[in-house]
């Protein structure tokens, strides 16, 4: 009957798809894309998982890379390879990696980047030599670089700006909190028991399983469609910007054994300084810069990226220090000491899902000022252990106080970097913040070795006293390192919220014959009903902005459309100009305000001039519910 809804109906679009914004393209939908609709929920896990398998083989390193050395025969002197190499590709290839998903599409990088890391990971699990070892190390990260931004970006453009992005990031931090953990005990089971091949070999088939089910779940993007700007990839400005990272990074690492005033490492960094110079050169006269200069003016995404690099050089410090406290001064094995970060990664799950459920209603500086707070007095709780310390006392509540703290900096930090960026831009944008987190590492690393060197010079024949000696002071610097992300934070982060939808948005399909749209708003279970604009010739354009109001007319004559409705209240007096509207392409659209019991009820109302079959006339209805969660 006219009016009502259809208890018999299938599952709309916004029941399959949850919080995400997937827009449609003007062209009807294949029978692949129909298909795959119902597998887009999982696309967000698909993309944590990824993000989770990079964190853990990067962790599992730092205990299998002393059983890889030994059988592999690696020298003493390239040891650090089996880390660095890694590190080098990946760092080096991450701005020309965004930049390539946002010009030929983010999930075609994102699926091709996690097969090349899935294959390469496989050749890790048979490796035979140090070169073999080292260059497919080097080319599995290289896949990371094209994985971790694009994974970023998938989430920015399929999750609205609000509350729906920050559970959607509440997600992805979780599996990032568990990865670390996850890579030590995996790493310490599996080299003490079947062998550290496994890792990589149980790697590549979870990555494998990851590209099949990101096929289905992943929606395709439509920037390539309609975007009508340059599409050129900028090549010399991806080979000055990687080469230039590649040597900085050599440099910063390579410090931590070779002193920063190293004879072999300084003409190597200013080989790096000065690409990068030429970098920002010719991406300053270029209109397909590879990183567009427009980003920077943004000042949350600039002091974002800048309180992120300090932030995790100060827990890569942490991270550093207090392994070293569990193996060498509290005495523990390397299986003691994962699980002793257990805490760790279960405490990170609860956080990140208590942060993407309060952060959209708070502020993200004064987060990000607490959490500076808490990782700094994480690192002081264990620069006061001694050898006789409880694992139940400083250790504990230090690793407690840590996540918690880390939760607070580096969600709000991801929002604040992502939330003004362009579609077309958020592979770039992603990109520049991981990149901040991948020079940060060896940075905090460095510096606070070169801390605890000074105090206590060669560690062999140390009682684990005087290596805390060492330690402590290394982490006293650690605290300095949170301190001044504080003050950073205090001047250059601005006071800033996440944006946020009004209400709950629900869209149903409802009968579309002359006489009355119902649009029924499940939370309330109230209904509102609007006369058939299809019967109207005149319709009355109201948009409330702030003081103003402003009213307008449109003279309408179009031919029987499909209509879509979304229905929104907030209260009384509240702007809500600031929301995108949801919109079928290539149809008019107009708003309908009207105030009902003191609160403001709007009706969008989207109008879709091409014909549709009955499934993409579904999923064009439930669109405009899906933009607004």
Not at 17 to 23: I, L, N, R, S
Request: aromatic fraction near 10%; charge should be neutral; include cysteine.
């Amino acid at each position: 009957m006219p009016g009502s809804i259809s208890s018999t109906k299938r599952p709309s679009l916004s029941e399959a798809t949850g919080d995400m914004a997937v827009v449609l393209p003007t062209r009807p939908l294949t029978k692949f894309e129909q298909f795959s609709v119902r597998f887009h929920p999982l696309m967000l896990y698909v993309v944590s998982l990824a993000q989770f398998l990079d964190i853990v083989n990067g962790a599992a390193m730092t205990v299998a890379m002393v059983p890889i050395a030994q059988q592999l025969h690696f020298r003493q002197s390239q040891m650090q390879w089996i880390i660095s190499a890694y590190a080098l590709a990946f760092g080096g290839l991450l701005l020309l990696a965004g930049r390539t998903g946002d010009i030929y599409g983010h999930k075609r990088v994102f699926l091709l980047g996690l097969s090349w890391f899935a294959l390469w990971s496989l050749v890790n699990g048979f490796g035979s030599s140090p070169v073999m070892f080292c260059i497919s190390r080097a080319l599995q990260g290289a896949g990371a670089a094209f994985t971790i931004p694009t994974a970023l970006a998938l989430i920015s453009t399929n999750y609205p700006a609000g509350p729906a992005r920050t559970r959607a990031l509440a997600v992805w931090g979780a599996f990032g909190g568990m990865g670390a953990v996850t890579g030590l005990l995996l790493s310490g089971a599996l080299t003490s028991t079947i062998g550290w091949e496994y890792l990589f070999r149980i790697t590549a088939i979870v990555s494998l399983l990851l590209v099949g089910v990101g096929v289905f779940a992943i929606p395709f993007t439509i920037e390539k469609e309609e975007k009508t700007g340059p599409r050129k990839l900028d090549v010399g400005g991806a080979f000055l910007v990687t080469a230039g990272v590649i040597c900085v990074i050599y440099y910063i690492t390579s410090a931590e054994v070779e002193g920063w005033g190293s004879p072999r490492s300084l003409p190597v960094l200013a080989v790096g300084v000065l690409m990068l110079a030429g970098f920002l050169w010719l991406e300053s006269r270029l209109s397909y810069a590879i990183m567009p200069f427009h980003i920077w003016k943004h000042r949350a995404f600039s002091s974002a990226v800048i309180v992120t690099f300090v932030m995790q050089a100060q827990f890569q410090g942490f991270l550093y220090y207090s392994t070293l406290i569990f193996q060498k001064v509290l005495g523990y094995d390397i299986m003691k000491t994962a699980l002793s970060y257990l805490v760790h990664g279960l405490t990170a799950i609860v956080a990140y899902s208590l942060m993407g459920k309060y952060l959209p209603r708070l502020s993200l500086k004064p987060f990000m000022l607490m959490g500076f707070f808490l990782i700094g007095l994480s690192s002081l709780l264990f620069a006061f252990v001694t050898p006789t310390t409880s694992y139940w006392t400083l250790p504990f509540i230090g690793l407690i106080v840590n996540v918690i703290g880390l939760g607070f900096t580096m969600m709000p930090g991801q929002i604040a970097a992502l939330g003004d960026a362009a579609n077309e831009d958020q592979g770039v944008v992603g990109s520049i913040y991981n990149l901040a987190l991948q020079i940060g590492s060896p940075f905090g690393l460095a510096l606070l070795t070169v801390i605890s060197q000074t105090v206590t010079g060669s560690e062999t024949g140390k009682t684990p006293e005087q290596l805390m000696n060492g330690y402590q002071k290394a982490l006293f610097g650690d605290t300095g390192l949170a301190v001044l992300g504080f003050l950073l934070t205090l001047v250059l982060l601005p006071n800033i919220r996440p944006k946020t939808a009004a209400v709950d948005l629900l869209v149903e399909e409802t009968d579309l014959e002359a006489g009355g749209k119902e649009a029924i708003d499940e939370k309330n279970q109230s209904t509102s009903t609007l006369e058939d604009p299809m019967a109207a010739k005149t319709a009355t354009t109201t948009i409330i902005g702030g003081d103003k109001t402003e009213f307008g007319e449109e003279k309408r004559t179009s031919p029987p459309m499909v209509y879509e409705y979304t229905l929104r209240r907030t209260k009384s007096g509240q702007s809500d100009r600031s929301h995108p509207h949801a919109s079928a392409q290539g149809g008019d659209k107009q708003e309908i305000l009207a105030e009902q019991g003191g609160d403001k009820e709007e009706i969008v109302v989207v109008e879709q001039l091409h014909p549709i079959d009955p499934t993409q006339q579904a999923m064009a209805m439930t669109n405009a519910a899906t933009r607004f969660v």
